[in-house]
């Protein structure tokens, strides 16, 4: 069981960077962190919505690739559609507490870099 962090439209007082854990079953022969943000992708279901959880990534986002380093670092590559079509700082910062959440639940996680195939600059900047 992982958990995935979804925005919370409901009491947050427009708290963009809210984000609400629910917990996902998982069986993975791949890596926990990939595992965890595909299942980030799939958004929340009916029951979630109608208890007011939202996901602000773009439905055609997609993993390039996810990697830890030693010191607890973690670099997750999205394909192009990250921010395409993504407008104002409310929804940017959306996308990067759902992604950064979701990878820091694990307890070895000590940062996370957000990149778009490969650009670390200027990614996910309001």
């Known amino acids: 069981t992982i958990k995935i962090f979804f925005n919370n439209s409901i009491g947050t007082d427009g708290d963009c960077t809210a984000v609400t854990p629910v917990s996902r079953s998982v069986s993975s022969k791949t890596s926990v962190y990939r595992t965890a943000l595909e299942a980030l992708f799939d958004g929340p279901t009916a029951d979630e919505k109608i208890l007011g959880l939202t996901t602000s990534l773009p439905s055609a986002v997609r993993l390039k690739s996810v990697a830890a380093d030693g010191s ?15 407008a104002g700082s409310c929804r940017v910062a959306g996308i990067r507490a759902q992604i950064e959440e979701t990878l820091k639940q694990f307890p070895e996680v000590r940062g996370v870099t957000i990149a778009e195939e490969g650009r670390t600059e200027g990614i996910l900047q309001p």
Request: neutral net charge; glycine residues 14%.
């Open 72 to 86: 607890g670092m973690v670099f997750a590559d999205f394909s192009r559609s990250l921010e395409r079509g993504v």
